[in-house]
């Protein structure tokens, strides 16, 4: 039989909702040697490291949605009066300095090295979530085949890719603790469509890289 829920109308989007989307995922997270108890102790470290960076940000936890699990990764969503240079700087400064902190106190298995994209965008909201083409866009991006070699060839434990749209109106204006010249731009292929993006890789920490 069916919940009561079930019979509800379903709320139709009808309203266009501006928000800044941040998209983490786990490298590797599926990988054959790593069991399920590991894969849940990625996941609690993964949100632990989401949330001290937030944290570091000054950001109220009242102006973003909360992390929306993606399995190996996961979404935030910012609302309009968080300011878009602080999830560069210094959430994502913060984010991959706290991993070399981690990957030293871990396994080998444990240790985490992240994909991370930052865009923005207006979405819908219905009784399922969130959705639109800017939260496509960010999903293709984070999920790539591009980004994936990238973090592959660097022993960085993070690397960042910004849409075009975050470079012009924030990066390419050097606000405080962002250089313009640590970013590169690159086209990323996204469901048959070229995206324009920048590439931002942090200092390399050999040390602390993944075998």
Do not use: C
């Not at 950001?59 to 996961?74: N, T, V, Y």
């Not at 690397?159 to 470079?167: A, G, M, P």
């Amino acid at each position: 039989m069916l919940s009561d829920a079930s019979t509800v109308p379903p709320r139709p989007a009808t309203d266009s909702l501006h928000r800044t989307i941040l998209m983490v995922d786990i490298e590797g997270y599926s990988r054959p040697a790593r069991t399920n108890p590991i894969r849940g102790r990625l996941r609690d470290a993964l949100y632990l490291l989401l949330d001290q960076a937030i944290g570091s940000t000054g950001i109220a936890a009242d102006l973003h949605e909360p992390p929306q699990d993606q399995g190996d990764g996961a979404l935030l969503l910012f609302l309009p009066q968080v300011p878009k240079n602080r999830l560069l700087h210094p959430l994502v400064t913060n984010l991959a300095e706290a991993l070399v902190g981690y990957n030293a106190a871990v396994g080998e298995q444990e240790r985490m090295r992240l994909r991370v994209v930052v865009h923005a965008g207006e979405l819908l909201n219905d009784r399922h979530g969130y959705f639109g083409e800017h939260l496509d866009e960010a999903f293709g991006l984070v999920n790539s085949d591009m980004l994936r070699a990238h973090l592959a060839l660097t022993t960085s434990l993070l690397v960042l890719l910004v849409s075009d749209q975050i470079y012009e109106g924030i990066v390419k204006h050097g606000l405080s603790g962002i250089d313009p010249a640590t970013y590169r731009r690159v086209d990323v292929g996204v469901k048959g469509r070229q995206l324009r993006s920048w590439l931002h890789i942090p200092d390399a920490a050999p040390t602390a890289a993944v075998a």
